[in-house]
């Protein structure tokens, strides 16, 4: 029996999904909203958007898929690492589809670097004042 939930890291911020209990085919439908630094992103300018991503230090958001369990630590079942540099979100723009592929988490004995499945997420970049 699986218990899946997703965790994203980012800085020292952690968020986490809802358990989707008895299945290994989870949907999540989970909406986070990060705080992300504000010269990440060139307000629009697509060519100045290509010219930030190529010099600026990774902005890295940290993806773990984990089965809970009800006791000790939930096991790794995969995991995966995205640069938000990378994106070419554009502030307010339209919504992006982004397909992350997990792997196997190398310390949990899975095979490390082995395909192991893949998250579909939609990312879209809103400013707040």
């Not at 909203?33 to 990774?58: I, N, V």
């Not at 089965?67 to 938000?84: Q, Y």
């Not at 997420?121 to 004042?129: A, I, K, P, S």
């Amino acid at each position: 029996d699986c218990d899946p939930y997703v965790e994203l890291r980012f800085g020292r911020e952690v968020f986490r999904t809802p358990i989707a209990h008895h299945t290994a085919d989870p949907v999540f439908n989970w909406q986070f909203d990060l705080r992300l630094p504000a010269d990440l992103f060139s307000g629009g300018d697509a060519a100045a958007a290509a010219a930030t991503a190529a010099t600026a230090e990774p902005t890295l958001l940290y993806f773990r898929v984990l089965n809970a369990r009800t006791l000790g630590e939930p096991e790794i079942l995969s995991h995966a690492v995205m640069d938000a540099n990378l994106l070419g979100l554009q502030v307010n723009g339209e919504v992006r589809p982004k397909l992350l592929e997990l792997t196997a988490d190398a310390s949990g004995g899975k095979g490390g670097g082995w395909p192991r499945g893949t998250l579909t997420l939609q990312v879209q970049l809103v400013t707040t004042r």
